[in-house]
T-cell receptor, first 113, second 115 residues
Framework: GNSVTQMEGPVTLSEEAFLTINCTYT??????LFWYVQYPGEGLQLLLK?????DKGSNKGFEATYRKETTSFHLEKGSVQVSDSAVYFC????????????FGTGTSLTVIP | DVKVTQSSRYLVKRTGEKVFLECVQD?????MFWYRQDPGLGLRLIYF???????EKGDIPEGYSVSREKKERFSLILESASTNQTSMYLC??????????????FGDGTRLSIL
């Protein structure tokens, strides 16, 4: 079956710290992988995506590399800001899911000044 | 930019009421989805639709129904609201495209409280 496992939160970091949020997946075939961000009181926004092995998605200083050998898609940012405080969701979509997505449970990040 | 609009940000209803949540998208997307989001459980798919008048059950359809009479509008219906349906409801849409790498685009959510 298909599933996504994210590191449990909450995560609290100081401003300018390095961020890693782990995401691993189980899927049949070759999924597309996504990171979404949810700011307080809002819906989910697409942050970045990668559609094949070794692809790197990037946006707003965030990066994630599609690692097929470790079935991972970890989210990283070199220097977080207070404005990055949000909940981050990893998700996958694959050929046998059609256009359905499988989401992780989300990781809450708080950045303190 | 894609715009997915949910009719209400906050809604309070009573047990036993019939509740309608509306969602409209402006990008001519074929696919539309309804999720509920609860702390510690992430997003769970309730229903989805690949085309007008077409619907498919997701992981937790019990107690819900949907309607898609027009391509841009997807309605979620709570037939007889119960307190365990208090939740955040998120609507999403996506382009069907040629593959499965099309992102879903989300509305801002409706926080529904059933008293």
């Amino acid at each position: 079956g298909n599933s996504v496992t994210q590191m449990e939160g909450p995560v609290t970091l100081s401003e300018e710290a390095f961020l890693t949020i782990n995401c691993t997946y189980t899927a049949t075939g070759y999924p597309s992988l996504f990171w979404y961000v949810q700011y307080p009181g809002e819906g989910l926004q697409l942050l970045l995506k990668a559609t094949k092995a070794d692809d790197k998605g990037s946006n707003k200083g965030f990066e994630a590399t599609y690692r097929k050998e470790t079935t991972s898609f970890h989210l990283e940012k070199g220097s977080v800001q207070v404005s990055d405080s949000a909940v981050y969701f990893c998700a996958l979509s694959s050929l046998n899911t059609g256009n359905q997505f499988y989401f992780g449970t989300g990781t809450s990040l708080t950045v303190i000044p | 930019d894609v715009k997915v609009t949910q009719s209400s940000r906050y809604l309070v209803k009573r047990t036993g009421e019939k509740v309608f949540l509306e969602c409209v998208q402006d990008m001519d997307h074929e696919n539309m989805f309804w999720y509920r989001q609860d702390p510690g459980l992430g997003l769970r798919l309730i229903y989805f639709s690949y085309d007008v008048k077409m619907k498919e059950k997701g992981d937790i359809p019990e107690g819900y129904s949907v309607s898609r009479e027009k391509k841009e509008r997807f309605s979620l219906i709570l037939e007889s609201a119960s307190t365990n349906q208090t939740s955040m409801y998120l609507c999403a849409s996506s382009f069907r495209g040629a593959g499965y790498n099309q992102p879903q685009h989300f509305g801002d959510g409706t926080r529904l409280s059933i008293l």
